[in-house]
């Protein structure tokens, strides 16, 4: 196993448009994490899910912001009508137990 | 809700000398403590971590973190730094949920 992994690795996108990110966690990791992550930041946590259930969601999660999980393996995150304020890093993580995660190389996301 | 500060947004450092790195929390929850390296280009990767029992946590690769209940702290030291070691850290904490701090970028000139 190689780890988590993201895809794609850098996203430019105009304002306006839809985009999609896709995350695949270790093998056996039942948990899986969403963060954001701004220039001259930590990460922010976004969204939690065990296995397919989404069990928590970061108030930073607009209603432009959707994630899945819908086999309880690799999870997507899609943002609706960009905007230049979503231009970021966006971070998955993965776990088998709750207070060891393992993260993605990340998706590096321009708004233009 | 949880908060941590990272006292230092850099710290340059000559190879060989010590490091400290430091990280303040709060929180109204007993707290997991962790800090995590990100090296360029590369993502988070958990470097320690403390859970409980013993409030000194070492890692692989010489450093260790002492959890100081009564000062909040959980700083992050070495006693003798890489030019390998170059790197930005975050120190995070988890309660109610997982909160990183803004991070230290730790620079190691030769």
């Known amino acids: 196993d190689t780890g988590v992994s993201q895809n794609p690795r850098h996203k430019i996108t105009k304002r306006g448009q839809n985009v999609t990110f896709r995350c695949d966690p270790i093998?056996?990791?039942?948990?899986l994490y969403w963060y954001r992550q701004t220039l001259g930041q930590g990460p922010e946590f976004l969204t939690y899910?065990?296995?397919?259930?989404?069990?928590?969601k970061s108030r930073l999660l607009s209603d432009r912001f959707s994630a899945e999980r819908p086999k309880g393996s690799f999870s997507t995150l899609e943002i609706q009508r960009t905007e230049q304020g979503d231009s970021a890093m966006y971070l998955c993580?993965?776990?088998?137990?709750?207070?060891?995660?393992?993260f993605g190389p990340g998706t590096r996301l321009t708004v233009t | 809700a949880q908060s941590v500060t990272q006292l230092d947004s850099q710290v340059p450092v000559f190879e060989e000398a010590p490091v400290e790195l430091r990280c303040n929390y709060s929180?109204?929850?007993?707290?997991?403590l962790f800090w995590y390296v990100q090296y360029p280009n590369q993502g988070l990767q958990l470097l320690l971590k403390y859970l409980s029992g013993s409030t000194l946590v070492e890692s692989i690769n010489g450093f260790e973190a002492e959890f100081n209940k009564s000062q909040t702290s959980f700083h992050l030291r070495k006693p003798s730094v890489h030019i390998s070691d170059t790197a930005e850290y975050f120190c995070a904490v988890k309660g109610d949920d997982m909160r990183f701090g803004a991070g230290t970028r730790l620079t190691v000139k030769p």
């Open positions: 899910f065990q296995n397919e259930a989404q069990l928590e």
């Open positions: 993580a993965s776990s088998l137990y709750p207070h060891e995660q393992y």
């Open positions: 093998s056996e990791h039942n948990r």
């Open positions: 929180s109204s929850v007993s707290v997991y």
